[in-house]
């Protein structure tokens, strides 16, 4: 896979600082988004610029607050500026809140679908101008398991949220098609090390794994916890796939080529 400018959001730590890394040393020019960069952030900042310095990679950090609609114009104008073009956008901000669900206000519920949902439409709406412009691009979204697995109670907020999120990604996918550019959902377990991820199970191994454009899988599971998000994944993308096979919209499985 040649080299690619990446933008991942939510990256100051967890999976997103994991991510932005090992794309880093695998040889693309990675813009690690965060909010507060000159603030309760600057020490990721600094991380950035040293693991940058100490494994010889183009590894940068960006002010870019998904609660925030001129923060996140802002970061992706200045990508642009910087690097001439932005070829892959990987969704992966997000917040996680315990307790049952009747504790949480209104007000509480819809913070948590601003930060997990709405976030990826500010970012969306910034970035994949670009991406159309050019005729190719990659858009991944950090799903979880959550999201249609065994989903345990007191974590409702965010399960919604991210259930939420995934539809969007679903519907982004077949609108995006005709424009050359690929999506990719990932779907994540729980895990208990290198991530802000709640308890029991496992840590996510630091690799970036390589593809051709075009043969991406539509999702990809990475759970430990095998808490049935696969199988239930598995057939509602099957049926997705069969429904715009059989109303002639197959094209739409598939980004196009040569735009």
């Known amino acids: ?3 690619q400018v990446i933008v991942i959001t939510g990256a100051s730590s967890g999976f997103g600082a994991l991510t932005a890394r090992a794309l880093a040393k695998a040889g693309h020019t990675v813009y690690a988004g965060m909010r507060a960069t000159e603030g309760r952030n600057a ?3 600094a ?5 940058a310095k100490e494994n010889n990679v183009d590894l940068r950090s960006v002010e870019l607050d998904v609660a925030s609609d001129a923060s996140v114009v802002s970061g992706i ?3 642009i500026a910087d690097a001439g073009r932005l070829d892959v956008i990987i969704h992966n901000a997000g917040h996680m809140s315990f307790g049952p669900a009747e504790a949480f206000t209104p007000e509480q519920f819809a913070e948590l679908f601003d930060i997990n ?3 990826t439409q500010r970012v969306n709406r910034a970035a994949l101008p670009y991406l159309r412009k050019q005729g190719k691009g990659l858009v991944v979204w950090v799903s979880s398991s959550s999201s249609r697995g065994g989903t345990p109670p007191y974590l409702s907020p965010y399960f919604a949220a991210k259930a939420a999120m995934d539809s969007l990604a ?3 996918a077949g609108e995006l098609t005709r424009f050359g550019i690929e999506t990719s959902i990932i779907v994540p377990g729980a895990f208990t090390k290198g991530t802000n991820h709640f308890a029991h199970s496992g840590s996510p191994a630091d690799t970036a794994r390589a593809a051709d ?3 991406r899988p539509f999702r990809v599971h990475i759970d430990p916890s095998e808490d049935g998000a696969e199988i239930v994944n598995g057939v509602a993308d099957r049926v997705r796939a069969e429904l715009f096979r059989r109303i002639g919209l197959e094209d739409l499985l598939k980004p196009a080529v040569g735009n």
Request: charged residues 15%; proline residues 4%.
């Open 213 to 215: 454009f075009g043969t």
């Open 1 to 3: 896979m040649s080299k």
């Open 77 to 79: 104008a200045r990508i």
């Open 117 to 119: 949902v709405l976030s």
């Open 47 to 51: 991380d950035v610029a040293e693991f």
């Open 170 to 172: 679903v519907s982004y």
């Open 43 to 45: 020490p990721a900042v």
